[in-house]
Structure formats: structure tokens, C-alpha cells
């Protein structure tokens, strides 16, 4: 699946897709039903499927300094969107540029005169144009006067309330990863480069993949069972701290996984940490000894909980 850039015209053969359009942070139930009504009426009217996205949030361009929120990156994003057979990922670069279009020049300019949108499909809750001018009604309004369709999907329900990224970042910042999973259709993960650490782990019996969070959500701070998937595709069952580490100085925060039966060296690599189940918060402890045999309980409970 291609990658186009949303601040140049698309190539040809991508001209007259329907473009399901959105920040789909997280690509959660109510986002894969967006992209895929747009990947169905692709298919039906034999044109290509495209994901329109937003790179930075625009939250994040409005409100630098807000909290770490983000459930994917665009790598993860654009596999995803691959997997539901989307045909390419169109990045629009959220900048002044953007932010300052009416919602009439982002219809005309953007959609239509650089990449002749075929159809538009959102979320009922879709606004864009500056200040947030435009929304679906305006959009269907604008799609009979330049000549595309435009299509809201209602949101999606689970459990009584509406599947939405606010939900699983609260979920998360609990230590429910398995709730967040449900409405994520799958575990939330974290990929990074592996960074050398100081091999406090190693001392103790347990070496770990080292990374950063980077801009991810800060779930809760603790123990988790974890699956990772190694760059050379393997998928491996371990335990992980994400956090600060209080029982050494300085305080780093950091994902430190372990993987279970695995012998190698991966830094330098790029690998993909699922957060499983939740099984403690990070505690200090007196000495090496009773972290060690805190850890050898850990690593028993995440591979009895991995194996069910």
C-alpha cells in the first residue's frame, strides 16, 4: 500500500478514490467502520480506496505542549489500513497552511483540484475548515456543488456506550488493556527502536528490549504480560515494565521487555510490544534480592496468563 503525501496532487491512477477521511487515531471499531463502508463503495464503483489522515493531530498542532495521546503511529496506522484493504494512505500535513483553509477551500483545493475525490465517507462527528467551520451536513453540501458524495457512518456501540479513542486511553491509563483491546479489535501496541540500556536487567537474570514511549499515551505505569513481534516477523510471549523503574536512580521512563525463551540482540531494531494483561504497579524494593524474586513471580504470572 502506497503513502501520498496530502500536500501534492495524488498520481493518476488514485485520482476519483473514495477517500474515508479522519484522524482514526487508534483505528478502533468505530474508525474500521468508517474505512470500511469506503472500502465497500470503492469496490462497488470500481474506483481505488484511500484513508486521508492528519500528521501531526491537529491537537497536537494547535495544543503543542498537551499530554502524550497517541495510540499509533502512522506506520502502525498505515498496516492497519492496509490490512482492510485499504489501496493508500493519503498524510496531510497539519500545518498554519492547512489550519487556515475555510472549509470551502479545503473542498475545492485539497479534495477535488488536487486529488478529484470521487466520494468522502466520515464519522458523524467529522469537522474540518478553520476553527472547525465545516461539518457533515456542510460537507454533503459541498459535495453536490463540486460534484463528489459524502457519507457520515453512525458510531459504533459496545457495552452500552460509543467505542471512541477516549475511551481506550482511559481503559489504558487504568491498566485495562484488555478492555482497550476490545475495542480496539486487538491488543494496543507500542513499536520502537530497541536502545541499549544499562544491562541492569541482564545482571538479574531477565535482559530487556529497551524502548521509548515517544509520543505514545502513558498507559499505567507497571507490569505487564507482553507479545512482541521482532522485526524478522517472529512473535515472542514475555513481561514487560513500562515506567520509571523506582528502585533505580535516575528515574527513566521506558517500556523494558523480556521475552520469554529468546537468546539474541536486538538492538538497534525495530520491534512491536503488545500490552496483554496488566499484573501490578511498579513498586521500590530494599535490595537486588527481593526485586529478583518479585521478578521470577512476574515472569510465572505472565506466562500462565500468556498460555490461557
Known sequence: ????????????????????????????LGHQAVVGRAVADAHAAGRPAIVGTFDPHPRRYFKPDADHFRLTTLDQRQRLFAAAGVDAMLVFPFDATLASLSAHA??????????????????????????????VARLVALGDELGFTAVAVPPVGLG???????????HLKAGRPRDAATLLTRPFAIEGVV????????????????????????????????RGRLADGRILDGVANLGIRPSFDPPVELLESYFFDFDGDLYGQTIEVSLIDYLRPEAKFDDLDALKVQMDADAAKARALLRG
Not at 486529488?115 to 475548515?129: A, E, K, L, Y
Not at 452500552?160 to 482511559?170: A, F, K, L
Not at 536502545?195 to 502513558?218: D, F
Open 1 to 28: 500500500m502506497q503513502r501520498l503525501d496530502g500536500g501534492s496532487a495524488v498520481p493518476p491512477p488514485f485520482r476519483g478514490a473514495i477517500v474515508a477521511l479522519g484522524n482514526f487515531d487508534g483505528f478502533h
Open 106 to 135: 479545503f473542498a475545492a483545493e485539497r479534495l477535488v483540484e488536487a486529488f478529484g475525490v470521487g466520494g468522502v465517507v466520515t464519522g458523524i462527528d467529522f469537522t474540518f475548515g478553520k476553527g472547525r467551520e465545516g461539518d
Open 160 to 170: 452500552g456506550e460509543t467505542v471512541s479513542s477516549s475511551r481506550i486511553r482511559e
Open 195 to 226: 536502545e541499549h540500556g544499562g544491562k541492569l536487567g541482564r545482571q538479574l537474570g531477565y535482559p530487556t528490549a529497551n524502548m521509548s514511549l515517544a509520543h505514545y499515551l502513558r498507559p499505567a505505569y507497571g507490569i505487564y504480560a507482553v
